[in-house]
């Protein structure tokens, strides 16, 4: 396992949904560095990969006004140097549109 692989934060599964919610020195976040608490970001990079497992934006699963976070990278959408405020406003505008229990996939 690489030093990056380390500190990857396990994906959040919200019904058919995957929420990733990421932080570290090899992120797009602030501050750039490893090993702190999410709750120590003040931004952290996004990604969302729908029922198909392909990385998507928010309204490809039904959530609107959060896709202006994503950009196209390698034709993925990724949002980077997210406010930590709107990744949780995010999550939670996918619990709502998803419901059921969400759960760290394992």
């Known amino acids: 396992m690489t030093s990056k692989e380390q500190h990857l ?7 058919d949904v995957l929420l990733s919610v990421q932080a570290s020195e090899y992120h797009y976040c602030s501050p ?14 996004v990604v969302i990969r ?3 497992r392909k990385l998507c934006r928010p ?18 959408p990724v949002a980077t140097f997210v406010k930590l405020a709107d990744a949780k406003r995010l999550r939670k505008a996918i619990i709502e549109i998803k419901g059921g229990e969400t759960n760290p996939q394992s």
């Open 9 to 15: 934060r396990e994906p959040e599964r919200i019904g």
């Open 32 to 45: 750039k560095i490893t090993g702190l608490n999410i709750e120590e970001y003040s931004m952290v990079e």
């Open 59 to 76: 309204s490809d699963i039904g959530v609107d006004g959060f896709d202006h976070l994503f950009q196209e990278y390698a034709t993925s």
């Open 50 to 52: 729908g029922p198909n």
